[in-house]
C-alpha cells in the first residue's frame, strides 16, 4: 500500500510541475513569433484557441481577427485572406 501512495504522490507531483511550466501563452515572447503572413493555423498553434474571433467577407476578400487574453496581457491579430496583416500587443492594467 505504502508503494501505491508513493506512486501517487510522484505522479501528482509531475503534474504539477509540469503544469507550472506551462505558463501563459499570451506573451511578448509569442507576440514576437508571430510574421506577417503566416496562415491563422500558424498563430494557433502558437497561441492556442483565442478568446475572441470575429469574420467578415466582401467582394472576393475575407477578413478575421482573433484575440488571446491571459494574465493581464492581450494579443490581438488581423487576418486577411486567412494571412496575418496586422498584430498587436497590449498590458492591461487593473
Given at each position: ?71 493581464g496581457a492581450r494579443i490581438s491579430v ?17
Open positions: 500500500m505504502a508503494i501505491n501512495s508513493l506512486y501517487r504522490a510522484l505522479a501528482l507531483a509531475a503534474l504539477l510541475f509540469a503544469l507550472a511550466g506551462c505558463g501563459s501563452k499570451v506573451s511578448e515572447e509569442n507576440f514576437s513569433r508571430i510574421e506577417d503572413g503566416m496562415t491563422e493555423q500558424q498563430v494557433y498553434e502558437i497561441l492556442g484557441k483565442p478568446t475572441e474571433t470575429s469574420s467578415m467577407g466582401a467582394l472576393g476578400v475575407s477578413g478575421s481577427s482573433a484575440v488571446w487574453s491571459e494574465d488581423q487576418f486577411v485572406n486567412g494571412k496575418v496583416r496586422l498584430k498587436q500587443f497590449d498590458r492591461v492594467k487593473p
